[in-house]
């Protein structure tokens, strides 16, 4: 029998009115959503199902959206006799992953990355870092785009998603200079992700210090 995995996505892949048809359709990830509203004391399935997207595009409100959406999907897909037998995740995800695998509790899971999205802001305030998806270009080229456009400024590669697909992060504007040498460079594109904070960089160190003592006392 062929073996399932599911791989659950991070953050940029939110989208308002997520998880909606499985709420309204499934017992089972109905009670997900119920669940993450009660451990978060706001209505976060109401900002799934209908934003606004801006304030859905926040970090603190992006994490446990999408976590609880994927978990959400998972259940739907349970309920119907489809299980993993591996999960595995993409950044963010990996809360997903250990959710679904039963590693940590939803409730759990879904204050830690509200916690992990607000670390994350404070230590780069909405406006002043990016991220940035470069397209068709190789990894060396675009690590010397970074360093060219640091400018003593924080820019790097943050994610090598595939050969032909390097996400970068740091402050906008070196964020905003390293795009365009690398599309001087060759790149195909390079295209502003829809996202709050910088992450996979080495701005978001005081966030990492700050969540690992969280993780600990799980």
Known sequence: ???????????????????????????????????A?????FPLSRLCFEGPETELQLTANTQPAILATSV????????????PDWVAGHSLGEYSAIVTAGVLSLR?????????????????????GAMAAILALDLAAIEQACGEAAQGQV???ANVNS??????????????????????AGARRALRLPVSAPFHC???????????????RL
Do not use: N, T
């Open 108 to 128: 759990d899971a879904v204050v830690a990355v509200r916690r992990r999205g607000e670390y994350m802001q404070e230590a780069v305030p909405v406006g002043e």
């Open 163 to 184: 050969p032909g697909q390097v996400v970068i992060a740091g402050h906008a504007a070196a964020v905003d200079r390293a795009s365009e040498l690398c599309k001087k």
């Open 72 to 83: 959400a999907a998972a259940q739907a897909l349970a309920a119907r006799g489809i299980r």
């Open 1 to 35: 029998m062929m073996a399932v995995a599911f791989v659950f996505p991070g953050q940029g892949s939110q989208k308002v009115g997520m998880g909606r048809r499985f709420h309204d359709a499934v017992p089972e990830s109905r009670a997900v959503f119920e669940e």
């Open 155 to 157: 820019v790097s590669p």
């Open 37 to 41: 509203d009660g451990a978060l004391g």
């Open 202 to 216: 080495a701005l978001m160190m005081p966030a990492q210090e700050r969540l690992a003592r969280d993780l600990a």
